[in-house]
């Protein structure tokens, strides 16, 4: 399945718009951050990896645009990112400085 990148509407989702993850814009300093907010999947499409592709187009389009991510979205800070590290570079560690 193709992830659609809609960026005006600040969403990836799926070619029929049914299953998406919502983000914003942030900036911390000259950090430019998106903040992944909510990860949603219609109940008859679970089960099938949608939300790990949309996950996977997020985290993709994070790095080629330079952008680190800010997993707000409880599926991609307690399921996605456990299960697939390799993307636990690109995520947001606020300094306490």
Not at 3 to 11: C, I, T
Not at 29 to 46: C, F, M, Q
């Amino acid at each position: 399945m193709a992830v659609v990148w809609d960026e005006a509407a600040l969403r990836f989702r799926t070619p029929d718009g049914a299953a998406y993850l919502s983000y914003s814009k942030k900036k911390d300093g000259s950090a430019d951050l998106i903040d992944l907010e909510h990860t949603y999947v219609p109940p008859s499409k679970r089960g099938q990896g949608i939300a790990a592709q949309l996950c996977e187009a997020a985290f993709d389009c994070a790095r080629k645009q330079g952008f680190r991510v800010i997993p707000t979205c409880s599926y991609i800070s307690e399921t996605f990112l456990p299960r697939n590290p390799q993307w636990s570079d690109l995520v947001f560690q606020q300094s306490t400085m």
